[in-house]
């Protein structure tokens, strides 16, 4: 029998839980699905991967060998759904598939923690928003930097005022390009922002906590140009009272890989560096400057992507949508909030394609 909570004029059902764990089927037993998700999964006490799916008989290989000869493979990820034993569904295909499979497992009864970005359009995140209010399951999104410590400090510290009334966001990352094949097509990732940046924008909504409304942005394909998608980017953001955030991308630049994110108010700044976890902390009313390591119990898989840099909050990601869906309270990272990054990056890409600003709410709103 399922347990019923009323959140927020919500009604949500929960499947009782079995004494092994919280059920898991992976739709999309590829690098990522394996390497981020499952390795993690199968560190959690309170999880059991039961099912995974993939087009490639390889990658069914080789999330056996990771799990074991009692997983159930198939390739056809609908195939899982038919299974009521499984209590949640990850949803790591392309990103082009994300709507359709969300929308099936919200509707299959399914818990759902869908990989960024949440849709291809405004369209298909209101879609899967409206699919988990109906069904009255937990959809979280796979926004992981929101779960790194760092970041978290990060904006402890904003929302306790270190650095006054933040005023401007920034963040700066020169990297290697993206793993090759289907993150090289426009059509299957919806463009290099919405793949690449939605995670960043995700932040900066974050902790700016206002509402955007303006985007200017400038790109292009300059250096990697046997790709579709853009390797450079320039955005910056206009938020409501004048708040500013600007972020600058560059995916032809294989040394280093540092994601530099800061953020500076009337009282201060605070710079962080992602790959050395590194966080400085600058007031301006004194000499004070600290900086410090801030350690991330990180993800047990140690996850390193594909330009060899670590990529941490996945594990702890995947505990909260464990503890969310245990709990009846609604995720940290949302459909809302999701959907949030989604218009940004589809309106920066706009602005790209316009040469000029777009306003966030006609946009929205066309």
């Not at 999309?28 to 995974?52: C, K, Q, T, Y």
């Not at 006054?164 to 993206?178: I, N, S």
């Not at 900086?291 to 390193?304: E, K, L, M, Q, T």
Request: include cysteine; hydrophobic fraction near 40%.
């Amino acid at each position: 029998m399922d347990l019923v909570i009323w959140i927020y004029g919500l009604e949500l059902h929960f499947a009782s839980i079995q004494a092994a764990g919280m059920r898991f089927g992976l739709l999309g037993a590829g690098w990522f699905g394996r390497e981020a998700h499952m390795r993690n999964l199968l560190a959690i006490d309170d999880a059991e991967i039961v099912a995974v799916s993939s087009r490639s008989e390889a990658s069914l290989e080789a999330a056996k060998i990771l799990a074991g000869d009692q997983l159930m493979t198939c390739h056809n990820w609908r195939d899982i759904l038919k299974d009521d034993s499984i209590d949640a569904i990850i949803v790591a295909l392309t990103n082009d598939q994300h709507h359709e499979a969300a929308v099936a497992a919200l509707e299959a009864g399914k818990h759902v923690l869908c990989e960024k970005p949440l849709g291809l359009s405004l369209a298909e995140c209101d879609s899967i928003i409206a699919a988990a209010e109906k069904s009255g399951r937990i959809l979280q999104i796979g926004h992981e930097m929101r779960f790194q410590r760092l970041y978290q400090e990060m904006k402890e510290m904003i929302d306790q005022g270190d650095i006054g009334d933040l005023q401007l966001m920034w963040c700066r990352e020169f990297r290697g390009p993206m793993r090759p094949g289907w993150r090289s097509s426009e059509a299957l990732t919806g463009g290099t922002i919405l793949e690449k940046n939605c995670h960043h924008l995700d932040l900066f909504n974050w902790m700016i906590n206002r509402k955007p409304v303006r985007v200017m942005a400038q790109g292009g394909t300059n250096v990697l140009t046997d790709r579709e998608i853009l390797d450079n980017a320039q955005i910056m953001i206009e938020y409501e009272g004048g708040k500013r955030a600007t972020l600058e991308l560059c995916l032809f630049a294989p040394n280093g890989g540092e994601c530099e994110i800061g953020a500076c108010g009337n009282l201060g700044r605070i710079d962080t560096k992602n790959q050395a976890l590194e966080l400085v902390h600058h007031r301006f009313d004194s000499d004070h400057r600290s900086s410090r390591a801030i350690p991330d119990d990180g993800d047990a898989a140690n996850f390193v992507d594909s330009s060899g840099r670590i990529d941490r909050g996945i594990g702890p990601q995947l505990i909260h949508f464990i503890d969310s869906v245990k709990s009846g309270t609604p995720p940290l990272n949302d459909g809302i909030s999701a959907k949030q990054s989604v218009l940004l990056c589809l309106a920066a890409q706009e602005s790209i394609k316009r040469r000029e600003a777009v306003d966030l709410e006609e946009f929205a709103n066309a």
